[in-house]
């Protein structure tokens, strides 16, 4: 329990919380000593002044002139006596030429010494305020001459106000002052504990070294990684950025500088971040930023459930395509020696039963008509393409329809000279070998044997003889659906059964595109489907 309520205690909240209450109580301790001052400063000159002012009005009065100059005190105290009970002064005194009382609404004896010994001054004709302790206590009063008409002063006007009368006006007055100061505490008192809650919240629960230690974390595990990261905004602007992320794009400023820089001043990209990334993720992407082939994915941040930016991570897709170029050749190698070698059992069980029966012509005439075959298509894809990596795959492909039951046909017109600047090898690989793989699938999905051996031929067109590369892959299979015609190129999409299909159409899309070419689809004359591609040189 005790170590719960020290780690409360000891919590960045807390401590806020703390801080801010302290930090407020400090500055209006200040304020409120200020005011008090300034405002009593101004009570006390306020009512100084009033004071003067009246002295200054009795000490011009007739009938009170007459009255002291004849020393007439009975007079003088019914006149003054009436003035004093229309007034709020503590005391009204009226004294002679000498300072003596003539009247004192304190019943102070007359004849008296007036005390506070500020009398010289008015004596001299002169008008005063000052704060001094006479017969009733401490008192701020305002003193005046009482001057005849020869211009001679016969005696002294005092009006006074009791500082201890002064303190109640004052308390009065700045009563509601401390009320609302109260009231001001009270209020940053919840607003602290709300506002330090509010921050808690904001850091997710963390304190301030936390933050710092996962900042650090962060920063490593970003350096560390072998894919491009960025992490940017929900305005876009790079929040961080790693080493492998500049180095793919080609940039030489550090993290720090790249921090708060809008994305569209780094990267040049189609639509990677449109209008769909704020509601989905995506995931290997082909994409080009800044002209850059690369393989991109892109997830959103959600804070409760507001979007607050997204991460982006992507590869160079050269690297990945020597990779795919790699693992194509081995493929392609291991599925030529598979069908070379079920071929040859197959044609070394026919020889071995011919040879058994002694029809010896019978064989060497079937060993002459396929070596005759197999030479033929070898000297055709030869002859017609210029590129090794194109002829392998069609051999492949071939040997690959023969195993199935199914005739892959190359038009007589088919030739490939040089491969479309705007085109890679791994690209055109990658188009051809999944638009025959789609039309090998598509004859294999007819439902009865019989329809498969009717419908088995593949017609397959590549040329680059006019200004731009031709493909064109002719099935009789079970066609395209059209429920999903509209979106058959879309990442995932596809007719099949198995989850891992829905990509080959989408890389097929994705290398057109970037190449800046067309692909069309039309329904064949004997069913089936025709992909029709066209890339410019």
């Not at 505490?185 to 919240?201: G, H, L, M, N, P």
């Not at 395509?321 to 040859?344: C, I, P, T, Y």
Request: with cysteine.
């Amino acid at each position: 329990m005790l170590k719960s309520l020290k780690k409360r205690l000891n919590s960045f909240a807390t401590k806020l919380f703390i801080s801010l209450i302290i930090f407020f109580i400090i500055i209006a301790l200040l304020l409120v000593s200020y005011f008090s001052k300034r405002f009593e400063e101004l009570l006390y000159q306020q009512i100084g002044k009033y004071a003067l002012v009246q002295a200054k009005e009795i000490a011009i009065i007739p009938n009170l002139i007459s009255a002291v100059e004849q020393r007439d005190t009975k007079g003088i105290n019914q006149f003054v006596s009436r003035l004093y009970a229309n007034s709020d002064a503590s005391f009204i005194v009226i004294g002679d030429s000498k300072g003596n009382h003539l009247f004192h609404t304190g019943n102070i004896q007359l004849y008296s010494p007036m005390m506070g010994g500020d009398n010289d001054a008015v004596l001299r004709g002169e008008s005063i305020i000052s704060i001094r302790k006479g017969t009733l206590g401490v008192s701020l009063r305002g003193k005046t001459p009482i001057i005849n008409k020869n211009g001679e002063v016969v005696g002294i006007v005092s009006v006074g106000y009791l500082q201890h009368d002064i303190h109640l006006i004052y308390s009065e007055e700045f009563t509601p002052i401390i009320i609302i100061f109260i009231c001001l505490t009270i209020s940053v008192f919840a607003f602290s504990w709300f506002f330090s809650r509010r921050i808690k919240s904001q850091m997710l629960g963390l304190e301030p070294k936390e933050i710092c230690r996962l900042a650090i974390q962060q920063e490593a595990i970003l350096e560390s990684i072998f894919e491009g990261v960025i992490a940017i905004d929900i305005n876009y602007r790079i929040t961080a950025i790693n080493y492998a992320a500049r180095s793919i794009l080609g940039i030489k400023q550090s993290a720090s500088m790249l921090t708060g820089v809008d994305l569209s001043s780094i990267i040049q990209t189609t639509n990677f971040l449109d209008t769909d990334s704020k509601t989905t993720d995506c995931k290997d992407e082909i994409c080009q930023f800044n002209n850059i082939a690369v393989i991109a994915s892109r997830t959103r941040i959600i804070i409760n459930n507001q979007l607050q930016g997204w991460v982006i991570s992507f590869r160079d897709k050269n690297d990945i395509n020597s990779l795919n170029l790699q693992l194509s050749q081995v493929k392609n190698f291991a599925d030529n020696l598979r069908v070379m070698r079920h071929e040859s059992l197959n044609w070394m069980a026919m020889l071995a039963g011919l040879l058994h029966m002694k029809e010896y012509d019978k064989a060497i005439s079937i060993l002459e008509a396929k070596s005759l075959g197999s030479q033929r298509i070898l000297d055709f894809i030869s002859s017609r393409f210029q590129n090794h990596a194109v002829c392998g795959l069609l051999l492949g492909k071939y040997s690959r329809a023969n195993e199935l039951g199914l005739q892959l046909e190359l038009d007589p017109a088919c030739q490939l000279k040089e491969i479309p600047a705007t085109l890679t090898e791994v690209m055109l690989i990658s188009i051809m070998g999944n638009l025959l793989d789609n039309a090998f699938d598509a004859i294999m999905n007819l439902k009865e044997p019989q329809l498969i051996s009717e419908h088995n031929r593949i017609e397959l067109y590549i040329s680059d003889e006019t200004n731009e590369l031709v493909i064109e892959v002719a099935d009789q299979g079970v066609g395209i659906d059209p429920t999903i015609r509209d979106h058959l190129f879309e990442r995932g999409i596809t007719s099949k059964a198995s989850d891992d299909h829905g990509i080959g159409l989408y890389l097929v899309s994705s290398y057109v595109q970037q190449a800046g070419g067309l692909i069309t689809i039309s329904d064949g004359d004997e069913g089936g489907a025709i992909f029709s591609i066209f890339i410019p040189k």
